[in-house]
């Protein structure tokens, strides 16, 4: 089998939810930066593969699929011989599904957002990012008290896909000191076998 082709940015959190979940399936891939700075996902080349133009693209074989949310959909479903990452079970296929809409919604608008902010100079309402950042992770707080991960009793697809932002909330001014249960996951999710760190950022706008 040949390698799975990455196109990413470095510093692209929905970059990484799909670089790490390669990893953490044990994948062979091929790690392709693109230069988002000087508009490379915009050029005709990068246009055929993700008409939106926008990182990650993943060419596995003939199928080339963007969207980092579907393509760990896709990875999950199709490398995933033990279906413990997106689970058979109904209910908790219908949970994974929930916290892929949180990070879609609450998660991008929130820490997504406030880091876009300081880390890309973004044109955003910095404070309503950090005000919903923070009703965010209460709730998520409040959910794993019980709870090792968001969902049943193995590490999902939605605990990579609600990862990245929420690990690297600081970066955009969000402090997780008030969330020990938050921690906690996060410290769970990065002693998985086959986990790879994202790559930080010198926040060199935050005042």
């Known amino acids: 089998m040949s390698a799975i082709k990455l196109y990413r940015h470095p ?6 939810r799909v670089e790490v979940f390669l990893s953490l399936l044990g994948l062979d891939s091929d790690i392709i930066d693109v230069d988002l700075m000087k508009g490379a996902h915009k050029q005709p080349e990068f246009l055929q593969k ?9 060419e596995d074989g003939d199928i080339t699929l963007s969207d980092s949310n579907a393509i760990l959909v896709y990875l ?22 929930c916290f892929l809409s949180v990070a879609a919604g ?3 608008f929130g820490p997504a957002a406030a880091r876009l902010v300081n880390v890309f100079g973004a044109g955003l309402d910095h404070q309503n990012a950090k005000n919903i950042s ?24 939605a605990d990579v896909a609600n990862y990245a932002y929420i690990a690297h909330a600081p970066e955009g001014d969000v402090s997780l000191a008030d969330y020990p249960h938050v ?22 706008l935050a005042v």
Request: proline share 5%; hydrophobic share 45%; charged share 15%.
């Open 11 to 16: 510093l692209s959190g929905h970059s990484y």
């Open 76 to 97: 999950a479903s199709k490398y995933d011989s033990y279906r413990t990452w997106l689970p058979e079970d109904f209910a908790q296929a219908a949970q994974v599904q």
């Open 183 to 204: 921690r906690r996951w996060l410290t769970s999710f990065e002693a998985l076998k086959g986990f790879v760190p994202m790559q930080k950022t010198i926040v060199a």
């Open 106 to 108: 609450k998660v991008a």
């Open 134 to 157: 923070h009703a965010l992770l209460g709730e998520i707080n409040a959910h794993l008290a019980d709870n090792t991960w968001l969902v049943g009793k193995l590490p999902t697809i």
């Open 50 to 58: 993700n008409s939106f133009g926008q990182v990650p693209v993943i």
